[in-house]
């Protein structure tokens, strides 16, 4: 599975911005799918995530902020971030996990950045 997200960039706080993520090369079943994020000298941590079935799971510091959504023809995962802030900052690394069969496995993007200023 190649894992193709799009959409960073510089941007000042209050702003917006939209980072897509194309799941491509396989032809097992999709499942989860998420962002997470990676800020200079910290750990990586989930942002948002959104289940096959469109359940979705933000962490508490972007809610009403952030909407994760898929297009499920397209394999492709969004998050639509709102009213960024300085410390939203980070490199953005989308996730997906496929189910072939009895086997589940994850896969990782590139990660694209996302620079908020203040």
């Known amino acids: 599975v190649q894992l193709q997200a799009s959409g960073g960039g510089v941007v000042q706080a209050g702003g917006s911005l939209r980072l897509s993520c194309v799941a491509s090369g396989t032809s097992s079943s999709i499942a989860e799918m998420g962002w997470y994020r990676q800020a200079p000298g910290k750990p990586r941590e989930l942002v948002a995530r959104?289940?096959?079935?469109?359940?979705?799971n933000y962490i508490d510091s972007v809610k009403g902020r952030f909407t994760i959504s898929r297009d499920n023809s397209k394999n492709t995962v969004y998050l639509q971030m709102n009213s960024l802030r300085p410390e939203d900052t980070a490199t953005y690394y989308c996730?997906?996990?496929?189910?072939?069969?009895?086997?589940?496995?994850?896969?990782w993007g590139q990660g694209t950045l996302v620079t908020v200023s203040s």
């Open positions: 996730n997906v996990v496929a189910i072939a069969g009895a086997i589940m496995s994850g896969y």
């Open positions: 959104i289940t096959g079935g469109g359940r979705t």
